[in-house]
């Protein structure tokens, strides 16, 4: 006989990752105005609430944090290029962009989702961004290439498990190792990869050690 009813309406839209669904959905981000209801007819204003996130299909709501986690396809597309900018700043340290190392960035950059990324366009984005900052080969991470790692990984880094996390480090160790032990530019830059993936440092020299091992 007597209780509350809130009343939605809706004050934007879009398209999140819905936690009850488990995949990219649209949703309507509502507002409630609440008010006491006698023999179900509202009566007095009980003020606001929310706002909460719907989701179109399955209807459930969601705090407006669930905002903050991003949908699978702008994961795969911040994972990529992710991938993309550590190789970049791999092989800008390794001094020479020999052809073993462009392979080996190729292949990485190819599996983390360029399928038509090749060594040559790699060795021409590497020699246009040296000409471009003034940077010159082989020199430790300066400050204007650790701001792109930062940019690149500091987004991504809430949103992958350790496993994950550690994989992308690996994988611009694994360019860094392939024509030859890594170069002091090389290490500096892992570091500060490893850094923006929020890995400590003991665990970034365990990585790297454990890279220079044969499996």
Do not use: K
């Not at 609440?34 to 299909?57: D, M, Q, W």
């Not at 430790?140 to 990984?153: F, Q, S, T």
């Amino acid at each position: 006989m007597l209780g509350t009813r809130t009343a939605w309406s809706a004050v934007g839209d879009g398209e999140f990752f819905c936690p009850g669904c488990g995949g990219d959905r649209n949703y309507q981000r509502l507002a409630g105005r609440r008010r006491f209801i006698l023999l179900g007819v509202p009566v007095l204003p009980r003020g606001e609430t929310g706002p909460v996130v719907e989701c179109a299909a399955c209807r459930r709501h969601f705090g407006t944090d669930v905002l903050d986690h991003p949908t699978t396809t702008r994961f795969s597309a911040m994972l990529r290029d992710a991938v993309h900018t550590v190789a970049l700043a791999v092989l800008a340290a390794g001094g020479t962009c020999s052809r073993t190392a462009l392979e080996a960035a190729a292949t990485e950059v190819r599996a983390a989702g360029f399928g038509d990324c090749t060594e040559d366009q790699l060795n021409a984005l590497v020699e246009a961004l040296a000409a471009d900052t003034g940077r010159v080969y082989g020199e430790p991470c300066g400050a204007g290439l650790a701001i792109e790692l930062h940019e690149a990984l500091d987004p991504l880094a809430p949103h992958l498990a350790a496993p994950g996390r550690e994989s992308i480090l690996l994988q611009g160790a694994r360019i860094a190792l392939a024509d030859g032990p890594y170069t002091p530019a090389e290490r500096d830059v892992l570091s500060t990869v490893g850094a923006a993936l929020t890995i400590c440092g003991d665990d970034v020299s365990r990585l790297l050690a454990a890279a220079r091992t044969p499996s």
